[in-house]
């Protein structure tokens, strides 16, 4: 079976990415793949565009026309958009794979919703195996640490990224979260600055780093008064979040509708 894709946001960093990854992938072909309109990318070739041999694939604005071509979605744009994908995509009952950060609590049950109601979604703020990995290591470690050990959570990425702290980093919160048993939004310090007073015993920190063009950086920090453990990784190349997202895509084809995470898609679910 070869799975046909859709790209949202084609135009973009991510986007680009996942077409030489869909192009390079023998059981996937690239159908389709818009972007937002007024967008400098609209009427090239896909392939093109992403530095390739071009695919035959010319960039557009429409999304219901890639809905009707397409198997599968892949999407790291924005909030707003993601969620209409994610209803218009439970409609036909495809795959969506979603990569998109910075998602409010409101879009996130959005998106829950449109998988009770058909939609086979992957979504995760963090692709790549390392990260989902390094997750799944943090849970077992806060799990094992008592309340001594601080925890925070250190990430920086390139200038660009307009959300903060990252996806990634609370993915990363998350599962020190879970592992502790607490609930993440009662036990996070998002920004320090003047007279803060003591660390709160049992918090989550958070420090948020931008600059230049790195793609993402991210470590946490297990902190006793007599010793330090640090968890990391370090992403060099948008690619492995692309190979990620093909990963789901495929994982997910044979799925019944339901929202799953790459941990799932890793086997690294409890």
């Known amino acids: 079976m070869t799975l046909k894709i859709g790209i949202v946001g084609a135009g973009g960093r991510m986007g680009q990415a996942n077409i030489k990854a869909v192009a390079a992938h ?6 389709a793949a818009i972007d937002r309109a007024g967008a400098p990318a609209l009427g090239k070739d896909a392939g093109a565009l992403a530095g390739l ?5 010319t960039i557009g604005d429409d999304l ?4 009707d071509a397409v198997d599968a979605v892949l999407d790291f744009t924005a909030p707003a958009l993601t969620v209409e ?6 409609q036909k009952g495809l795959i969506h794979i979603i990569g998109t950060t910075g998602c409010s609590p409101g879009d996130d049950a959005a998106i829950a919703a449109a998988a009770e109601a058909g939609a086979r979604i992957v979504k995760s703020g963090n692709m790549s195996l390392g990260v989902n990995l390094l997750a799944a290591l943090v849970k077992k470690a806060a799990a094992a640490l008592d309340e001594t050990f601080d925890i925070e959570v250190l990430e920086m990425h390139h200038r660009h990224k307009v959300d903060a702290p990252s996806g990634t980093a609370l993915l990363l919160g998350e599962a020190a979260a879970e592992g502790r048993d607490i609930d993440l939004n009662q036990h996070s310090v998002r920004v320090r600055d003047g007279h803060t007073g003591p660390r709160e015993a049992g918090s989550i920190g958070f420090a948020t780093l931008r600059g230049g063009g790195i793609v993402g950086e991210h470590s946490v920090l297990f902190s006793s008064m ?8 370090s992403a060099r190349d948008r690619a492995l979040f692309a190979d990620g997202a093909i990963r789901a895509a495929l994982w997910a084809a044979d799925k019944p509708g339901g929202l799953y995470s790459m941990a799932d898609v890793l086997g690294l679910s409890d």
């Open 85 to 90: 994908v994610a209803r218009r995509v439970a």
């Open 64 to 67: 219901p026309a890639l809905l």
């Open 226 to 233: 007599a010793e330090t453990i640090t968890l990391s990784h």
């Open 26 to 31: 023998e059981g996937l072909t690239l159908v």
């Open 53 to 57: 041999e071009p695919l035959g694939v």
